[in-house]
């Protein structure tokens, strides 16, 4: 299992940008599938980017073209850079570490993640 430590989050107005962090503190890193996920108040946790251990990268389709995952083994860190941010991008920003093999499914389950990070708050001003 990994701990995860998330920063980042803050305050934006629409069409901005943020770029979240996620550190890792565990032994696997490299061996992780990493995601970020993001849950509105009174609505479900759902995926929003993933990328496996081999660097491929997977997205919703709400956040195709807008948003970047990326990951740096060495610091053993996941990033995720948010661009033309809109209102309905607001949100708990959740870092998650699992296991998923790529293209065995569009995007990876929430039952495929067994370590989260505390969430950083992403709020969009209209």
């Known amino acids: 299992q990994e701990q995860l430590v998330e920063s980042g989050g803050g305050l934006v107005q629409a069409g901005g940008s943020l770029r979240l962090s996620c550190a890792a503190a565990?032994?696997?890193?490299?061996?992780?599938?990493m995601a970020w996920f993001r849950q509105a108040p009174g609505k479900h946790r759902d995926l929003v980017a993933t990328?496996?251990?081999?660097?491929?990268?997977a997205y919703t389709d709400s956040v195709k073209g807008r948003f970047n995952i990326s990951r740096d083994n060495a610091k053993s860190t996941v990033y995720l850079q948010m661009n033309s941010l809109k209102p309905e991008d607001t949100a708990v920003y959740y870092c998650?570490?699992?296991?998923?093999?790529?293209?065995?499914?569009?995007?990876?389950?929430?039952?495929?993640?067994?370590?989260w990070g505390q969430g950083t708050q992403v709020t969009v001003s209209s």
């Open positions: 998650a570490a699992g296991w998923w093999v790529y293209g065995t499914t569009d995007l990876p389950s929430i039952r495929n993640f067994h370590s």
């Open positions: 565990g032994s696997s890193f490299s061996l992780n599938v």
């Open positions: 990328i496996t251990n081999f660097d491929r990268t």
